[in-house]
Every structure is written in structure tokens, then in C-alpha cells.
T-cell receptor, first 111, second 113 residues
Framework: GQQVMQIPQYQHVQEGEDFTTYCNSSTTLSNIQWYKQRPGGHPVFLIQLVKSGEVKKQKRLTFQFGEAKKNSSLHITATQTTDVGTYFCAGQGGGSYIPTFGRGTSLIVHP | NAGVTQTPKFQVLKTGQSMTLQCAQDMNHEYMSWYRQDPGMGLRLIHYSVGAGITDQGEVPNGYNVSRSTTEDFPLRLLSAAPSQTSVYFC????????????FGQGTRLTVV
């Protein structure tokens, strides 16, 4: 079945440094979604990418969808302590509506 | 609009006890799923359902049962709780169509002693 791998598992950064998490699928995706889970909270939808090569920005967050629609990245510029949490990617594809979630990347920001 | 509601929020069980985690959604979503989240393991899919009367196993189904008698409800049953089932459990739902986001419940923190 479809697998979505996400790296790294953890990332420690100093406040102000940049952060990137990567998502790779074993199959071509129809779309990729990103979610954020604050400590003690539940995953909340951030954004969805649908088109090959698509790039979307939300303030300091930049989301990219690969040309082959098999990989994606989330980049945070100049991290802040409010960015702390776990970021998940999820993709639909392989002929199935069922979303497959990556294991997530936990971002720890040191002030 | 309540979204996805999970109960209870916290639960402590003794080894061998059984219990049911409740999940209800009011968005008429066809797809519902249960995940467990453990430190260092991320979200792991336990069971899922694509509609009333239809369920299937995910990555880590052992020790859990589910049923889907209505579109709204998708309870998760622990048959005989074990310490290895100590975890945070999330229920999620979404429409069964392309390009649709998932909605998560607030989670149930379960401790088995």
C-alpha cells in the first residue's frame, strides 16, 4: 500500500534559525496536506497542495509540492517559540481517497 | 458545529479491563479512523471505516475492535487492556473524495496500569 515517509523525526533549533521537514511518498499523490499539532493538542489542518510544483506561503511557512507529486516540504523561516509542535504531512493517491499520514516531525525551538 | 468529539479525554485502566473510546462527528463524513500516538512513533493507524457497516484494519489493529453502525459514530473498543496500550488516541474524519482535509478529535489520553 501507499506509504508516506517523513523526515526528520525530531529537529532542535535555536530561535531564529530556519527549519525544514520533508515528506516522501511511495506513490504519486493527488494532493499533499500539512497539519500542525501543538504540544498537548490535536493535529490541525494547515494547507493543501494539489498541483505539480506548487508553492504556497503562509507568513514564515513555505510549502512545496514536488514536480513528480511524490514529495513535499515545509520550510519555516526564522523560527519562533510559537512554532513548537509536530508537523504532519498526509497524502491521498494511488487510486484511494483514504489519506495516508506521515509519522510527523517534532520541532523544538530553544529560546 | 461540534466537529469530531472524543470521550473521555483521560482514562486510567487496570490491566485486563475493557473499555470503549467514543468518537462522534457531525459533518456527515464517510471516512473515520482511529490513530494512536506514542513518543517517537508518530501517528499509527489502528482501524478505519469508509462508511456505515464497513471497517478495516490499519497498521496496529491487535487488541482493538471497532464497529460503524451509523455514519456519525465510530467507537474503539479495548478488549483486555495492556500496559502497551498506554497512549494518546485520536479519532479523525473526512469526506471520501479528493482534496479534502481531515478533522481530528481532541484525543483521549489512556494509561493502563
Amino acid at each position: 500500500g501507499q506509504q508516506v515517509m517523513q523526515i526528520p523525526q525530531y529537529q532542535h533549533v535555536q530561535e531564529g534559525e530556519d527549519f525544514t521537514t520533508y515528506c516522501n511518498s511511495s506513490t504519486t499523490l493527488s494532493n499533499i496536506q500539512w497539519y500542525k499539532q501543538r504540544p498537548g493538542g490535536h493535529p490541525v489542518f494547515l494547507i493543501q497542495l494539489v498541483k505539480s510544483g506548487e508553492v504556497k506561503k503562509q507568513k514564515r511557512l513555505t510549502f512545496q509540492f514536488g514536480e513528480a507529486k511524490k514529495n513535499s516540504s515545509l520550510h519555516i523561516t526564522a523560527t519562533q517559540t510559537t512554532d513548537v509542535g509536530t508537523y504532519f504531512c498526509a497524502g491521498q493517491g494511488g487510486g484511494s481517497y483514504i489519506p495516508t499520514f506521515g509519522r510527523g516531525t517534532s520541532l523544538i525551538v530553544h529560546p | 458545529n461540534a466537529g469530531v468529539t472524543q470521550t473521555p479525554k483521560f482514562q486510567v485502566l487496570k490491566t485486563g479491563q475493557s473499555m470503549t473510546l467514543q468518537c462522534a462527528q457531525d459533518m456527515n463524513h464517510e471516512y473515520m479512523s482511529w490513530y494512536r500516538q506514542d513518543p517517537g512513533m508518530g501517528l499509527r493507524l489502528i482501524h478505519y471505516s469508509v462508511g456505515a457497516g464497513i471497517t478495516d484494519q490499519g497498521e496496529v489493529p491487535n487488541g482493538y475492535n471497532v464497529s460503524r453502525s451509523t455514519t456519525e459514530d465510530f467507537p474503539l473498543r479495548l478488549l483486555s487492556a495492556a500496559p502497551s496500550q498506554t497512549s494518546v488516541y485520536f479519532c479523525a474524519s473526512s469526506r471520501l473524495r479528493w482534496n479534502t482535509e481531515a478533522f481530528f478529535g481532541q484525543g483521549t489520553r489512556l494509561t493502563v496500569v
